[in-house]
């Protein structure tokens, strides 16, 4: 596709279920990195990768919150044992250069809305 | 720690200019960029600044100061469409991006 795409959009959980969001980056794009976005504040950092590797995932909030990028393409977050702090909308972005070229332009997916009950 | 400041909310008219302010202080500097967020919707680029001075480009002007730890963004002829939220991001020493919590525009006719 043109841009990048996440999915589900929207996604209820209930307390302790798992949930698994998924972001297929702009075909190509090097660097793919999720944002963890609350209402009315700005995206906070979770975790980048460059192609397959994880480069840093200092961001992740606990050991129940895991990104893969086997492939080096589609990128998958996994909450387990979800929590209502949890509720957010994540972001996924993109970008063809890696961390550190310079550029900084990043492609954003729409997000995907997680609600915990 | 890191903190980048901007104002929460701003009201402009339509037709108008408003200048949406960031300061920050973070670990190392290496590019100030700015991104508009409409609601519901992911952030769009707007600027990115790496030398101190302004950038222009059409109806947005983006100006950085390192020395001060200071950008603005200005938005000239205003559009209802403009309205929206504004982020102010750094990229720290680490070339990760720190944001602001975001500017929310509001523009009446």
């Known amino acids: 596709g043109a841009g990048v795409s996440q999915s589900p959009r929207y996604k209820v959980a209930k307390r302790g279920q798992d949930v698994a969001l998924r972001c297929d980056p702009i075909?190509?794009?090097?660097?793919l990195f999720w944002y963890q976005q609350a209402l009315g504040q700005g995206p906070e950092f979770l975790t980048y990768?460059?192609?397959?590797?994880?480069?840093?995932k200092s961001g992740l909030p606990s050991d129940r919150f895991f990104a893969e990028r086997p492939e080096g393409s589609v990128s998958t977050l996994k909450i387990q044992r979800t929590q209502q702090e949890d509720s957010a909308v994540y972001l996924c972005?993109?970008?063809?250069?890696?961390?550190?070229?310079?550029?900084?332009?990043?492609?954003f997916g729409e997000g995907s809305r997680l609600t915990v009950l | 720690g890191q903190n980048i400041d901007q104002p929460t909310e701003m009201t402009a008219t339509e037709g108008a200019i408003v200048q949406i302010n960031c300061t920050y202080q973070t670990s190392g500097f290496n590019g100030l960029f700015w991104y508009q967020q409409h609601a519901g919707e992911a952030p769009t680029f707007l600027s990115y600044?790496?030398l101190d001075g302004l950038e222009e480009k059409g109806r947005f002007s983006s100006f950085l100061s390192r020395s001060k730890g200071y950008s603005y963004l200005l938005l000239k002829e205003l559009q209802m469409k403009d309205s929206a939220s504004y982020l102010c991001a750094v990229l720290d020493s680490n070339y990760q991006l720190i944001w602001g919590a975001g500017t929310k525009l509001i523009i009446k006719p």
């Open positions: 990768f460059q192609n397959e590797a994880q480069l840093d």
């Open positions: 600044n790496v």
């Open positions: 075909s190509g794009h090097v660097s």
């Open positions: 972005a993109s970008s063809p250069g890696v961390v550190g070229d310079g550029t900084g332009e990043l492609f």
